[in-house]
């Protein structure tokens, strides 16, 4: 594939309806696209103290995100912000001071939640950091995906109407990618 795109969710339970977003998104993709998730359920706590000595774990992470040219990230709102498991991993890769892996990626920054603004306030908290880290990212269209029971089948495939707006989420996505890529 032309273009490596990494999914970031935010959320580290099983059934999370953020993983089940990611994963029907990822099939929206076009195929020029090679989609990978990214795990960030291992990392410790971020400390300092370890920015020369990282764990495995933390190198490995790091390397997997350094090999992309775009994140998408699919955040759960936690109490009006972005999970912790999400700001911990963000933290990670943007150490040591110089040395961060997020710079210049091309960042989506999207989410779901059963509740009606759906991680609108999760998102705002998410795209000062993704700034902060220097990462370009899509503007609009926004997509505060308010999660209920049809909004994708068994299989993860969006009902007409989602599928229809987050296909056009998509394409903007990956029309900033290659003008970055340019
Ligand atoms: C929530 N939830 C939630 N929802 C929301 O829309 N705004 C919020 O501020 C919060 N706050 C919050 C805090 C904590 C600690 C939890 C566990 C949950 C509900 C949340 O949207 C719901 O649990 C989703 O299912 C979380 O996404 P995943 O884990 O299914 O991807």
Redesign the pocket.
């Known amino acids: 594939a032309a273009y490596q795109v990494g999914m970031v969710?935010?959320?580290?339970?099983q059934?999370?309806?953020?993983?089940k977003?990611a994963k029907a998104l990822a099939k929206l993709f076009p195929s020029e696209i090679e989609i990978s998730f990214v795990d960030i359920s291992q990392l410790p706590l971020y400390n300092q103290d370890l920015d020369n000595q990282p764990t495995e774990t933390v190198s490995t992470f790091k390397q997997a995100v350094a090999a992309l040219q775009g994140v998408v990230f699919v955040t759960?709102?936690?109490?009006?912000?972005i999970s912790a498991a999400l700001k911990n991993a963000l933290d990670h890769g943007s150490r040591p001071y110089g040395k961060s892996v997020w710079a210049g990626k091309v960042a989506g920054v999207i989410g779901?939640?059963?509740?009606a603004?759906?991680?609108a306030?999760?998102q705002q908290h998410l795209r000062n950091i993704v700034a902060a880290l220097d990462m370009p990212t899509v503007n609009q269209p926004e997509a505060f995906v308010q999660?209920t029971d049809d909004l994708m089948d068994a299989e993860g495939v969006f009902n007409k109407r989602s599928a229809a707006f987050l296909q056009q989420w998509v394409h903007a996505y990956v029309a900033l990618l290659k003008q970055q890529a340019a």
């Open positions: 969710v935010g959320s580290l339970r059934d999370s309806f953020n993983l977003l759960p709102e936690h109490n009006r912000s779901t939640s059963p509740g603004i759906a991680t306030v999760a999660w």
